[in-house]
C-alpha cells in the first residue's frame, strides 16, 4: 500500500510539471493546493507525526524532529538559492543551469522525506500512513510546477522541466522504498520527517499563503485544518 501511495504522489510532481510546461489555466488553481495543503500537513505533523514519533522513540525523538528542521532550514539557506511555491518570475536569480539544478537538489531532499513519512507512517498504523499520504499528496502538484517552472528559469528546455518533476516524483518513491526495505528505520525516519514537514509547511508553504491579499487564502488554510480534524473523527479507535 505505501509503496502504491508513494507511487501516486510521485505522479503528482509530474502533473505538477505537466501543467507548468503546457501553461495549463487551471494552474492557478495550485495556490488553493498550497494553503489547503499546509494547513493540513501542519495538523498532521504536529498532532500525529509529532507524538507517535515520540512513542517509538521518547529520548531521540525530540533531537530528531529538530534535525529534520534545521537540517532542511540550513540546506534551503546555503546551498540552494530562494524559491518559492509557484511560478518563479525571478529569472535574474537563475543566471546559471548549475543553479536551477541546486534547487532540483534542495527540492529532492523534501520529496525523499515525503517517502520516508509516507513508509513511516504505514509501519506504525494504516491510519497514520493514510494521513500522512493526504498531507504529501496535497503539496506535491505545486512542487512539480515549481521544480518545472525553476528549471525554466533557468534557461533549461522543456525536457529538463518535465524531467526535474519526474526526479522528485522518482525520490518521493525512493523514501518509500527505504522504509519498505527497513522497517526498524521508522524510530528515526518518523521524527525527522516529522521535522521536515513543519519546515516545508510552516517555513515554504504558510508564507505563500500570507503573500495573498485578503483572507480568502486564510481561509483555505484553516479548512486544511478542519478537513484533519474531519478525518481524525474516522479514525479507527
Do not use: C
Request: proline share 5%.
Amino acid at each position: 500500500m505505501s509503496l502504491t501511495l508513494g507511487l501516486v504522489a510521485g505522479l503528482a510532481d509530474v502533473l505538477g510539471g505537466v501543467l507548468l510546461v503546457r501553461r495549463s489555466p487551471s494552474a492557478r488553481a495550485l495556490r488553493y493546493f498550497v494553503a489547503l495543503g499546509s494547513g493540513f500537513m501542519m495538523a498532521a505533523a504536529l498532532l500525529e507525526m509529532v507524538p507517535e514519533g515520540l512513542a517509538l522513540s521518547p529520548k531521540w525523538a525530540p533531537m530528531l524532529i529538530l534535525v529534520g528542521y534545521s537540517g532542511v532550514h540550513l540546506l534551503e539557506h546555503t546551498l540552494v538559492p530562494h524559491f518559492h511555491f509557484g511560478e518563479e518570475t525571478h529569472h535574474h536569480e537563475f543566471v546559471s543551469a548549475r543553479t536551477s539544478y541546486s534547487v532540483l537538489m534542495g527540492l529532492a531532499t523534501h520529496t525523499f522525506f515525503d517517502g520516508v513519512a509516507i513508509g513511516s507512517g504505514f509501519v506504525v498504523s494504516h491510519w497514520l500512513g493514510w494521513i500522512i499520504f493526504v498531507a504529501v499528496f496535497l503539496h506535491k502538484i505545486p512542487e512539480g510546477f515549481t521544480v518545472a517552472s525553476v528549471m525554466l528559469a533557468g534557461g533549461q528546455g522543456r525536457r529538463a522541466a518535465l524531467n526535474s518533476a519526474l526526479f522528485l516524483g522518482a525520490t518521493t518513491l525512493l523514501g518509500v522504498l527505504v522504509i519498505n526495505l527497513q522497517p526498524t528505520w521508522v524510530r528515526v525516519g518518523l521524527p525527522v520527517s516529522a521535522g521536515v514537514t513543519i519546515y516545508v509547511a510552516a517555513t515554504d508553504l504558510v508564507p505563500e499563503v500570507n503573500r495573498e491579499p485578503g483572507i480568502r487564502m486564510a481561509l483555505v488554510f484553516f479548512a486544511g485544518v478542519v478537513v484533519f480534524f474531519l478525518l481524525r473523527l474516522l479514525a479507527p479507535i
